[in-house]
């Protein structure tokens, strides 16, 4: 549901470009609670971008089926929308934005605070507030294949070198030590 925030950025691209969307998501979805009045993906796709591709969220295959795009996008309302409150999604944690950098996936996002945080620790800019700042940033790294490459290899490398395993297992070894002497 999140990709509605910029349905309307691609619209307008698609009045400039032939793009597609392709999204990686579960075939089927539960209306209510995640489990009631289970519907089908590909309508709600269809009502955000005509031209969307729907591909099964699947752990084998997720990597190569990811990889095979030229940039991913996590949109996030960070405003009220239709009276919701969204302040859940605004404090979603950077994990899944992490995830795309570990394959070295390009992705513009929402400015949520942890998205921002992060895109200013690597020294990228891509992300966004605003309807104009979607249609900017992705209008620049569609028409540079070599931003976007060197984008991803930005946020592979800062993972690398803030976010590794041997780094992680020793924040979480001096936790440990910490709490237990």
């Known amino acids: 549901h999140f990709l509605f925030e910029i349905k309307d950025v691609l619209k307008a691209l698609s009045a400039k470009y032939k793009i597609a969307l392709h999204i990686v998501t579960d075939l089927k ?10 519907k089908s993906t590909i ?24 990889c095979s795009f030229d ?11 239709f009276g919701l409150d969204n302040s859940l999604a605004i404090r979603k944690p950077e994990n ?6 570990r394959m070295g996936m390009p992705t513009v996002v929402s400015a949520t605070p942890a998205y921002q945080r ?3 620790q690597c020294g990228l800019a891509m992300t966004c507030r605003t309807q104009n700042e979607w249609f900017n940033i992705l209008e620049k790294y569609m028409n540079d294949e070599n931003l976007r490459k060197e984008s991803g290899q930005k946020g592979k490398a800062f993972l690398e070198q803030n976010y590794s395993e041997e780094i992680m297992l020793a924040k979480w070894d001096d936790l440990f030590s910490s709490v237990l002497n």
Do not use: C, Q
């Not at 979805?29 to 289970?38: E, F, M, N, P, S």
């Not at 940039?71 to 929308?81: E, F, Q, S, V, W």
């Not at 899944?96 to 950098?101: E, T």
């Open 29 to 38: 979805y539960g209306k209510y609670l995640g489990k009631y009045w289970v």
């Open 43 to 66: 309508p709600l796709a269809k009502k955000i971008f005509e031209n969307s591709y729907i591909h099964e969220w699947n752990g084998k295959n997720f990597a190569e089926t990811v």
């Open 71 to 81: 940039l991913a996008l996590i949109p996030l309302p960070l405003n009220k929308r």
């Open 96 to 101: 899944k934005l992490f995830l795309l950098w």
């Open 118 to 120: 992060v895109m200013d």
